[in-house]
């Protein structure tokens, strides 16, 4: 199948930085986006970034300007360099990635096991 995992998170002051880390491996064919969603205590989860296969962006308009996505398609990893972070970030962040992949070649998402931010004011 496909794993993700992610690495990066931690406890941070507001308006510090921290990078998230996300590498896809397993049976891969191709994976198409990538992307970052999180979730605070007592909240749904929500999108903060997504990127494609061609390398377009889309972010949350609470990140836009201070968050920063990218990805290196030889390593299926995706990054997430977040800056001027705010208490409000403070979530579980999962990484996401929709990929062609598994024993049957499929297209489906998949999700890492999420990763602790913590922004302290």
């Known amino acids: 199948q496909v794993q993700l995992v992610e690495s990066g998170g931690g406890l941070v002051q507001a308006g510090g930085s921290l990078r998230l880390s996300c590498s896809a491996s397993?049976?891969?064919?191709?994976?198409?986006?990538m992307g970052w969603y999180r979730q605070a205590p007592g909240k749904q989860r929500e999108l903060v970034t997504i990127?494609?296969?061609?390398?377009?962006?889309n972010y949350a308009d609470s990140v836009k300007g201070r968050f920063t996505v990218s990805r290196e398609n030889v390593k299926n990893t995706v990054y997430l360099q977040m800056n001027s972070l705010k208490p409000e970030d403070t979530a579980v962040y999962y990484c996401?990635?929709?990929?062609?992949?598994?024993?049957?070649?499929?297209?489906?998402?998949?999700w890492g096991q999420g990763t602790q931010v913590t922004v302290s004011s």
């Open positions: 397993g049976i891969i064919l191709r994976i198409n986006s």
């Open positions: 990127i494609t296969s061609d390398g377009s962006k």
């Open positions: 996401n990635a929709n990929v062609v992949g598994g024993i049957s070649l499929q297209r489906r998402d998949y």
